[in-house]
């Protein structure tokens, strides 16, 4: 158990809609990073926040969307939702802001877009 | 652009006989390198790390070797065990490489290791 949660750990929505997905980092974690996992482009970085404030961002659609709130949680909203964004989603936490500092992962969610 | 490739979709070995699991990279910039491993249905668990100040790290029956002239790294388990059985996954990041990538992983494609009894 790496400390990190997710939720739900199952979604399956139509296309169109709009999802919102749930991380709570380790505690005492400043940094939140969600990378997408889909067949064919393994595990892609989305964004990173650190307390509260986005640090970096991946090839994050425009579609989608992440904050992270003063307890540390983050939330990563889907909208518009196609085919194609049908994945894995994960979450990870680490310390402070990044570079060399290990990333634990969460459980993952799994997005099914019909 | 794939920056850190595990070329080796798969790897079988006996119990007890050592894995050596292979990861490429091209980005200069990267300065810290992990290895992690997967299950099916469940998220990453991070094994070793090493960054690139040094060329060994080993904890237990994992060893990583970080080559930087030849940008390559490898992970070691001996002995290896059917628990080992799953995906390794190699990532890279670079503490500072223009300030757009503070913090991201950037990781392989996997490689699928299989532990027989």
């Known amino acids: 158990d790496s400390g990190v949660t997710q939720t739900p750990k199952h979604l399956i929505t139509a296309t169109g809609q709009r999802v919102t997905l749930r991380c709570s980092p380790r505690?005492?974690?400043?940094?939140v990073y969600w990378y997408q996992q889909s067949l064919d482009q393994g595990l892609q970085f989305l964004i990173q926040y650190y307390n509260g404030e986005e640090r970096a961002k991946g090839n994050i659609l425009e579609r989608f969307s992440a904050q992270q709130f003063p307890d540390l949680h983050s939330e990563l909203n889907l909208s518009s939702l196609e085919l194609g964004d049908s994945a894995l989603y994960f979450c990870?936490?680490?310390?402070?802001?990044?570079?060399?500092?290990?990333?634990?992962f969460g459980p993952g969610t799994r997005l099914l877009v019909l | 652009d794939q920056q850190v490739k595990q070329n080796s979709p798969s790897l079988s070995v006996q119990e007890g006989r050592i894995s050596i699991l292979n990861c490429d990279y091209t980005n200069s910039m990267f300065d810290y390198f992990l290895w992690y491993k997967k299950y099916p249905a469940e998220g990453p668990t991070f094994l070793i790390s090493i960054s690139s100040i040094k060329d060994k790290n080993e904890d237990g029956r994992f060893t990583v070797f970080l080559n930087k002239s030849a940008k390559h790294l490898s992970l070691h388990i001996v002995p290896s065990q059917p628990g080992d059985s799953a995906v390794y996954f190699c990532?890279?990041?670079?503490?500072?490489?223009?300030?757009?990538?503070?913090?991201?992983?950037?990781f392989g494609q996997g490689t699928i290791l299989t532990v027989h009894p």
């Open positions: 505690s005492g974690d400043l940094s």
């Open positions: 990532a890279a990041s670079a503490f500072n490489a223009g300030g757009t990538s503070y913090g991201k992983l950037t």
């Open positions: 990870a936490s680490s310390a402070s802001s990044g570079g060399l500092e290990t990333q634990y």
